[in-house]
T-cell receptor, first 112, second 116 residues
């Protein structure tokens, strides 16, 4: 079975400081992992994805995530937060394209 | 990637009416489409999986007579909320993949339904 746990429902950072959004997964098979961002009243935008290639994945807008099998984690990071990063972030695990398992989401607030 | 559109982006209707939401795959033929529901400040919940030319597979707890899904062509799936009530107000998002081996889904921009 597959599942995702986003460890923080809400994260607050000051503008210009690092961002860390935590995600742990559970999967019976080699998973693919995704991070999506959702701005208010908008659809989902793919930030980055891991599909069994390099374990450090670079995405859009300066975000990156590292797949750590030993820790079953896929945490999302960004060196310096920008006001426009304020949004809801979802971690997703999948084994096939037909089964997408969403985390409960992390709301990121960026303080000016 | 794949481009997925939804129409309308926002609909307001009276209680008791039915509302149809369209999901289109614009640049490839989608044999499988997924419908999700998202309540405010919550995650996405898979409602059903629709396969072109066959009946949709609904997730447990989703009323198939309430949420009618039609996937009559390879580029269009529709979700009809029948006899809508205020509790049906939600954000509905569709997605598709390029086939299960590609292990990725492409999401539409979502449709906000408000039932008065």
């Amino acid at each position: 079975a597959q599942s995702v746990t986003q460890l923080d429902s809400h994260v607050s950072v000051s503008e210009g400081t690092p961002v860390l959004l935590r995600c742990n997964y559970s999967s019976s098979y080699s998973p693919s992992l995704f991070w999506y961002v959702q701005h208010p009243n908008k659809g989902l935008q793919l930030l980055l994805k891991y599909t069994s290639a390099a374990t450090l994945v670079k995405g859009i807008n300066g975000f990156e995530a590292e797949f750590k099998k030993s820790e079953t984690s896929f945490h999302l990071t960004k060196p310096s937060a920008h006001m426009s990063d304020a949004a809801e972030y979802f971690c997703v695990v999948s084994v096939t394209g037909n089964q997408f398992y969403f985390g409960t989401g992390t709301s990121l607030t960026v303080i000016p | 990637g794949a481009v997925v559109s939804q129409h309308p982006s926002w609909v307001i209707c009276k209680s008791g009416t039915s509302v149809k939401i369209e999901c289109r795959s614009l640049d490839f033929q989608a044999t499988t489409m997924f419908w999700y529901r998202q309540f405010p400040k919550q995650s996405l919940m898979l409602m059903a999986t629709s396969n072109e030319g066959s009946k949709a597979t609904y997730e447990q707890g989703v009323e198939k007579d309430k949420f009618l899904i039609n996937h009559a062509s390879l580029t269009l799936s529709t979700l009809t909320v029948t006899s809508a009530h205020p509790e049906d107000s939600s954000f509905y998002i569709c997605s598709t993949n390029r086939g299960p081996i590609y292990n990725e889904q492409f999401f539409g921009p979502g449709t906000r339904l408000t039932v008065l």
